[in-house]
Structures are given as structure tokens and as C-alpha cells.
């Protein structure tokens, strides 16, 4: 079932059919001020902080309530709806409506008994309140008279569990007035005499706004149940069915913000208003609404600039195939989704809430690589952040808290720091994952320079990029488990593993081996041969064991617990063939051709589904040991046998990087949003951003998928389909092209800026292979085979590479 469509010229998704099975959403703003909202309005806003700093309520797990609502009503007939098709919930039949979630701006279109209307909302570029811009006209023949109400349901506490749980505290301390066009909310007003700058206990004076923007306030309501009314809801609100707002404030219990205007307009007239929420001192907020008495033109202004900001970026890479999905997904969403994973973490959505008072080392260190090719400069600051997290014995801080003061952190080793954060002790691949970040941005930049760099560890000392690297190779080098292979620690890339200082995980093993590779690249360019024989003979022997531990016929097993049982052999009853090591065996280098194949046509014919390839099989349930945490799941689901969505990201490059475009292109259809338009009711979630997890085979929701947004998933495919279906493999000093693609694509293009330069690539394969490359000709001139050298880069450069 269908819900909406994909407008690529506009970079929107276009939901047609509001009752979409799940609320489907989008980002607007940043963590600065950051607000998500659903196609029917739902949501909430917050400054900073998802859990401490939120301004509008939002019921987790509820129906999506509330959210950001503009009721009309037509005061001739007393009839009333909604801008968005819910909470008034009118009939479809009767009731037309679209969402268009672009990129940072959300607009909703409503056609209802002869009014049309269309709020655009948004955050403007750079600053820290929301706007409501509403346009309405009167499409019918007759003069209107409409009243027109927006409600803004504030927290009482900016800690999302005090403002949900602590009543006794948080209604009492709460109160709402009105002043001209706005009402302000005052949180701890009471405080309002304490000398300026002054905390109680920590606690101050909030101020928070709702106000009305290019036509009058003719009545307002600042009290919630007042607002709704007794036995209602925000379906019904008394204040709307009323007409009127009873121009009351908030004394305790709960504020809110509602303010109506009366319209009149005549036939074909339209109207322009805004509401505004923020949280800001009255004067400011004062000055804010003053800014928007020019609503449409002000409005029309900071729309156009924020397109234009994410258009921008979005344009550093650009690709035309045969096939509409994956255009839309790398052009747009997949893009999109990306940056938003990059700026936002973990820590805002419908599913996270904003507890996690920080950066996860791994998921952080994975999300920059997926807005390298787009924005290498955001990029590289956050690799920066990542490297001052990292202690000074080479490991990631489990987590990185949004207070991060590199130098002067607390480790895993201090009774404190586990206290604080919850994380108990080092995870095996936290470091392991800034070599390929690292490479994949000097590889996009050409910036060698930045491995000279000197970035403080997160607890003390300081080092190069270069420095940082090895001590990340010592901390593995130091904590080796029983075979002498990196030990698993409190986890490897899997939450659900626990294998502890003694046990042995695979995964890392693949990722060391890997960063050894990545790590000479570097020794090389500067010359640093006692660090290349170091690490070609560590290299060699971790190399030989793995190939001696964790080859098992046909598969690479998963690891080893502490007391040395194997994990994933072929004979387990339970979890004996897993994807990662597979995939990861290939993208490291280490697996021969015929493993590498081998492995690949197993995860293939043993894990491979319509909806993409699960983690492991079969899954736990009876068999689990004592560290497989995943038994906590219920079969098919999350790490026990889900369909993982990140992990779809690696087993596309894997066969990618293989030559096996056919395998790469068929396991990106399977997982992608896109491609999953039309089966709406089985996915459930947004079809244009990855979810964390797709249930697998052993579930009965076969096919469904969670966690919407905000997940590795969204860099891994991106780096998958960028750098293994397209094929774009820079490295220190030029760009490798070795496109792995379906055999029936005859032809693509790509839009790609590259170290100042914009290079058009036309890749032609007119005798349909699905990898290689007969001729490249860059500008005309024909290249030795497909890679080209930076020196031969111009301004702009044509790029020719005949496949077949
Ligand atoms: O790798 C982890 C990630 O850090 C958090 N979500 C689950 C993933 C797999 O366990």
C-alpha cells in the first residue's frame, strides 16, 4: 500500500493519504533548537537537549500526541477542522490533504468545505525558535469569516521525566500571561527577584513564548485543560468549539499556549500568519514576533534560504541511473538521512528521547563517514571531537558526553566516569573505527596535512592524528584474548556480544587487520619505515591466525567466549552462521578470492530475505551462552536474527568490492526505504529514512521495521552504495572508479566535487557487465587503467569509463 510519492525536483517526500500506518517524520532545526514533526503534526521542540531542554510536550508511544496545531473554524457554521488532518480527524472523504516533508521544512496542505490552506513549518537557518507560517484562502464564492487557533502545549519542567512523572514539583511551578501577541510561559517565575545570574538549588527563571505574527491576538487561552475542556480532547478543544478563548492564564497545573485571530476573507482572498514558539526572554521573544509583521515575504525569505542551504549541500554529489530508488535515496533521503544521524546522534526522535546525555564512540565515528563526499568540513570537525575523546592508552570513551572537555575526562578505568555514563568498561572496536573515517576523509580531501595535526586525548596528553592511529593499534595490541586475537571486551560492534578480556571476537579481528592496512597507507606517505615493518609483521600474524582460528569450511565463524567455545560454527544448533564476518572478512582484505566468494554465497543462500540479510541464524533461544545477550529478543528480531539495517550497508560493499554488482544492487533494493514505497502497511516506517531493524523470517511481522532515523544504517548504505555500487575509491592522490552495478544499467552519471574541483562522470555499459573497466578518458585523454591522479584533475572534468 502506498501512502505518498518521492518529488525529486523538490527534494520532498509527498504523503497523499494522511493514516499512514506509523507517524512519519521529519527533522527541522538543529540540537541548538531542534524539532521533529510528524505528517500530522505531531512532535515536540527542544533547546539543546532532547531530555533537558524540551519546550513542547510529546507523549512517547501514545498516538501522536500532541503536537504543533492550527484549528479553522467557520464561524457561520461552527464547523471546525484541523490544518493538519489530525487531531480534528475529518473525514477523508470530504477532507483533502498532503504532507510535504523537504529537507529541514515540513509543509501541510488541507482542502476542506471551500478553504484551502498550507502551514509551512519550520526553523529558520541559524536560529533557535520555530515557526508556524500559515497561509489560507477562500476558495469559495462567498466572504468568510474564520477564526483561526494555534495551540503550543509547553512541558512544565524542561527534564522531559520531571514534566511527565514529578507532578507534585513540576505543575507547581509553572504560569502562563499574555502580553499583546504572545503568551509567555515562566517556569520558576518565583525566582524572578534572586540577583540576576543567580541558581537556586539550580534552578532559574525559563521563559518560553508562543506568539501570532500578521494579524491580531483576539482572544487566548494559557491553561491546557481550560484550552481543551473537560471530557475533551485535541479533537474536540471546548476553546475551538467555543470560538472564543477565554483569555485565561496558567497558575500551576498545566500552560499552554493558544491564541486565536478572526479572519475575514472574501472569495479568492488568502491570508498569511505565523505562530512562533521559543524559548526567550519576553524582550526577545517580543522582537521575534515584531520580525514576522511581513509574514509572507519574511517567511517566503527564510524558506527559500534554508532550501537553499540543504539543496547545497546536498548537491556535492548527484547521480542519475536507471533506477529511481537509489537516485532518490543517495540524491536526497539516503543523503538527508545522513546529515541528520551526523548532527543529531542518538538522541532525538520518536523512539530515543533524549536520554543519552552523549556521543556513542562507534555510532558517532560511523555517522561522519556517511557526509564525507558531501561536506568534508563538517566532517572533519567532528572527526577532531571524536579524537579528543579517545583516551590516552588508544581507546574510545564509550561515550562521549555532550560536557566532552578534552584533557580532563574521566575513563572507563575511574569508578566515576562508569557511574556517570552507565558504560562499565572499554568496548573492543570503539578506536578501530576512526582508520577507515580517518582515510575515507583525507582520500576525499587530499588534506595528508591533517595527519599531522595535534589533538588532545580525552583524559590527558595529546598527539597527531597520526599518534592518535597508533595508540589505537596498542589498545587492541594490549588487550588480546586467549588465541592471542583482539578480545571482545564489554562488546564488539554488537551490543549483544559480551566475551569479555578472554574472549575473541572475529569482527575485530577483520577491523584490525583493516586499520593495519589503513595505517601503513599513511606510514608510507611520511616515510615511516620502522612503523611499516611493525606493522607488516603484526599484520601477518594476526592474518595467519585468524585464517587458522576462524575459517570453518565455508563461513568465518563469530568469535570465541572466555572459555574459549567457538561462536557461529557450522555445527552450532543455534547462531552458526553470521553475517558480519562474512562481509567484513571481504571489506578487510583479509579473505582469498575463493573465501571471499565463498562466504558470500552462503550469507546469500543461509541469510538472505526479501527484506535484506539477517544478522545471524538460527537465532537464540535455547542454545545462547552466557554472553549472548541477544536471547533477550524475541526471534527475527534486533541482534537476535533481525534483519539489522546497518549490517546491509557492509554486505553491499562486501560483494560490491568483489565485482558483484548484481548481489550489491539486489541487497540495497531489498532494505531500502524507497524500494518499499508501495508495501507501506508491511514496513510501517517512513519510507524515505532507514530504520535500525527490519523484523526477520522468525517473526510473525516478517518484513517490519523500527527505530526510525536515527541509525548507523544510513552512513554504512550510503558508504556502500557511494564507494562500492558507484564505485568512487579515492585515496591519497586521486580517485579510483570501479563501479559494481546491475548488468542491465547501460549507462549513469555522476555530479561530483572533488578537492575543488567538479567532475562529471559518465559511465557507460553498453555490453552489460557488472563490474571492470575497458577505457577511462578524463577530459579526453585516455588513463592506463580506471584510476585517474589528482594532477590530471581540472576545474571542471569530463569523465569517461567504458565498462564493457
Ligand atoms: O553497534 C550498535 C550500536 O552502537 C547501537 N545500536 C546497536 C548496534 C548493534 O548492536
Known amino acids: 500500500m502506498k501512502y505518498g510519492y518521492f518529488d525529486e525536483s523538490k527534494k520532498e517526500y509527498v504523503i497523499t493519504r494522511p493514516d499512514t500506518p506509523a507517524p512519519w517524520v521529519n527533522y527541522l532545526g538543529s540540537p541548538e533548537y531542534g524539532a521533529i514533526i510528524s505528517n500530522n503534526a505531531g512532535g515536540y521542540s527542544f533547546a539543546k537537549s532532547g531530555a533537558n531542554g524540551r519546550i513542547l510536550r510529546y507523549v512517547f508511544n501514545q498516538f501522536d500526541e500532541p503536537g504543533r496545531y492550527i484549528y479553522i473554524r467557520d464561524n457561520e457554521n461552527r464547523d471546525y477542522w484541523s490544518a493538519s488532518w489530525q487531531p480534528v480527524g475529518k473525514s477523508l472523504d470530504t477532507y483533502k490533504s498532503e504532507c510535504h516533508h523537504g529537507t529541514a521544512y515540513t509543509k501541510m496542505k488541507a482542502v476542506y468545505d471551500g478553504i484551502s490552506s498550507e502551514v509551512r513549518y519550520y526553523v529558520p537557518l541559524d536560529q533557535s525558535y520555530e515557526v508556524w507560517n500559515l497561509g489560507i484562502t477562500n ?57 540576576n545570574g543567580k541558581e537556586i538549588d539550580h534552578k532559574t527563571v525559563i521563559n518560553r513564548f508562543f506568539g501570532l505574527a500578521g494579524a491580531k491576538a483576539d482572544s487566548w487561552c494559557g491553561e491546557k485543560e481550560e484550552f481543551l475542556g473537560r471530557y475533551h480532547g485535541y479533537g474536540n478543544p471546548k476553546g475551538v468549539e467555543d470560538g472564543v478563548l477565554n483569555n485565561r492564564g496558567n497558575y500551576n497545573e498545566n500552560g499552554c499556549g493558544a491564541i486565536s485571530t478572526v479572519l475575514h476573507l472574501k472569495p479568492g482572498e488568502t491570508r498569511e500568519i505565523a505562530f512562533l514558539v521559543g524559548m526567550k526572554e519576553d524582550d526577545e521573544a517580543a522582537e521575534i514576533v515584531a520580525g514576522y509583521e511581513n509574514t509572507e515575504e519574511v517567511c517566503k525569505k527564510e524558506l527559500e534560504e534554508l532550501t537553499a542551504y540543504w539543496h547545497g549541500k546536498l548537491s556535492h554529489f548527484q547521480v542519475k541511473t536507471p533506477s529511481k530508488e537509489f537516485d532518490t535515496m543517495i540524491n536526497t533521503w539516503n543523503a538527508y538521512n545522513c546529515f541528520m544521524t551526523f548532527i543529531w546522534s542518538r538522541a532525538a526522535s520518536f523512539t530515543y528521547c533524549g536520554l543519552r546525555n552523549g556521543y556513542g564512540y562507534r555510532d558517532t565515528v560511523q555517522d561522519i563517514q556517511g557526509v564525507i563526499h558531501l561536506a568534508p568540513e563538517m566532517a572533519v570537525d567532528k572527526i577532531r571531537f571524536m579524537l579528543s575523546a579517545q583516551v590516552d592508552n588508544g581507546g574510545g570513551l564509550p561515550l562521549v558526553k555532550f560536557t566532552h572537555n578534552p584533557g580532563h575526562e574521566d575513563t572507563p ?59 589505537a593499534i596498542d589498545f587492541s595490541m594490549n588487550h588480546l584474548g586467549k588465541h592471542s586475537m583482539p578480545a571482545g571486551l564489554y562488546a564488539d560492534w554488537n551490543d549483544c556480544l559480551r566475551l569479555g578480556k578472554d574472549g575473541e571476537s572475529t569482527f575485530v579481528a577483520f577491523q584490525f587487520y583493516y586499520a ?59 547462531a552458526n552462521m553470521w553475517l558480519n564476518p562474512q562481509s567484513w572478512a571481504v571489506i578487510s582484505g583479509l579473505a582469498d578470492e575463493k573465501q571471499a566468494d565463498c562466504a558470500l554465497q552462503q550469507v546469500y543462500d543461509r541469510l538472505n530475505t526479501e527484506y535484506g540479510a539477517i544478522l545471524m541464524d538460527p537465532p537464540y533461544h535455547e ?182
Open 139 to 195: 476558495d469559495s464564492d462567498r466572504e468568510r469569516e474564520l477564526t483561526v487557533t494555534g495551540y503550543a502545549e509547553f512541558t512544565n519542567n524542561s527534564n522531559y521525566e520531571q514534566d511527565q512523572v514529578n507532578l507534585q514539583y513540576s505543575q507547581f511551578i509553572t504560569r502562563t500571561v499574555f502580553c499583546e501577541n504572545r503568551i509567555r510561559q515562566m517556569i520558576h517565575a518565583n525566582l524572578d527577584k534572586i540577583e
Open 413 to 471: 578505568d575511574d569508578a566515576s566516569y562508569v557511574q556517570e555514563t552507565g558504560h562499565p568498561a572499554y568496548r573492543a572496536d570503539d578506536a578501530l573505527w576512526l582508520f577507515p573515517t580517518v582515510y575515507k576523509y583525507v582520500s576525499e580531501t587530499g588534506d595528508t596535512a591533517f595527519m599531522d595535526e595535534v589533538i588532545p586525548f580525552a583524559n590527558k596528553d595529546e598527539g597527531t592524528v597520526y599518534e592518535h592511529l597508533k595508540r
Open 623 to 804: 542454545h545462547a551462552f552466557d554472553g549472548a545477550l541477544a536471547v533477550i529478543y524475541n526471534a527475527g528480531t534486533k541482534e537476535n536474527a533481525g534483519i539489522f539495517s546497518q549490517s546491509q550497508g557492509w554486505i553491499i560493499l562486501a560483494e560490491a568490492l568483489r565485482g558483484h554488482g548484481e548481489r550489491a544492487f539486489t541487497y540495497f533494493m531489498e532494505n531500502a526505504p524507497a524500494a518499499q514505497n508501495d508495501k507501506a502497511e508491511i514496513r510501517r516506517l517512513e519510507p524515505y529514512c532507514y530504520g535500525q531493524f527490519t523484523e526477520g523470517k522468525d517473526s510473525p511481522n516478517f518484513g517490519r521495521s523500527h527505530v526510525h532515523w536515527l541509525t548507523g544504517t544510513a552512513s554504512t548504505v550510503m558508504v556502500g552504495c557511494v564507494e562500492g555500487i558507484l564505485g568512487m575509491r579515492p585515496d591519497l592522490y586521486g580517485l579510483r572508479i570501479a563501479p559494481s552495478i546491475p548488468k542491465e544499467w547501460e549507462m549513469f552519471e555522476i555530479d561530483k566535487d572533488f578537492r575543488g574541483c567538479h567532475l562529471h562522470i559518465t559511465v557507460k555499459n553498453p555490453g552489460h557487465a557488472e563490474s571492470g573497466c575497458k577505457k577511462l578518458f578524463v577530459n579526453g585523454q585516455e588513463m592506463k587503467d580506471n584510476y585517474i591522479p589528482q594532477t590530471v584533475l581540472t576545474d571542471e572534468t569530463d569523465i569517461e569509463l567504458i565498462m564493457s
Open 516 to 574: 593495519m592496512t589503513i595505517l601503513r597507507i599513511f606510514a608510507e606517505h611520511k616515510k615511516d619505515t620502522e612503523y611499516i615493518a611493525f606493522l607488516d609483521e603484526n599484520q601477518k600474524k594476526l592474518g595467519n591466525l585468524i585464517q587458522e582460528l576462524c575459517w570453518d569450511e565455508d563461513r568465518f565463524i563469530r568469535g570465541f567466549t572466555e572459555s574459549g567455545e567457538t561462536i557461529g560454527k557450522r555445527t552450532d544448533p543455534e
